[in-house]
Nanobody, 112 residues
Framework: QVRLVESGGASVQAGGSLRLSCAAS????????MAWYRQAPGNQRELVARISSHNITDYADFVTGRFTISRDNAKKLVVLQMRSLKPEDTAVYYC??????WGQGTQVTVAS
């Protein structure tokens, strides 16, 4: 059974940092592209960042330069390091194997 379990969400002040982790199980992790999405209340789910099986990264314009996605294939872990957080980054953040599997999400709240 495939599982994606996010952790690291919290409430922080604007300008702060958070590190989100996603632990995968039940898959051959290294062969899959991985991604982080987010969904704010009343908004559609949107792509934040993705990392290919070959470690090629891609970011949404609204996080470029502030967020960094990385992966550890040995630990089956994908990490989203978030810096210079803004109130508009407030959302539930989801780990995903695009088009296939989703985690349950972790809440990030950024206070102004």
């Amino acid at each position: 059974q495939v599982r994606l379990v996010e952790s690291g969400g919290a409430s922080v002040q604007a300008g702060g940092s958070l590190r989100l982790s996603c632990a995968a199980s039940g898959i051959t992790f290294s062969v899959y592209d991985m991604a982080w999405y987010r969904q704010a209340p009343g908004n559609q789910r949107e792509l934040v960042a993705r990392i290919s099986s070959h470690n090629i990264t891609d970011y949404a314009d609204f996080v470029t330069g502030r967020f960094t996605i990385s992966r550890d294939n040995a630990k089956k872990l994908v990490v989203l390091q978030m810096r210079s957080l803004k109130p508009e980054d407030t959302a539930v953040y989801y780990c995903s194997i695009p088009m296939m599997y989703w985690g349950q999400g972790t809440q990030v709240t950024v206070a102004s």
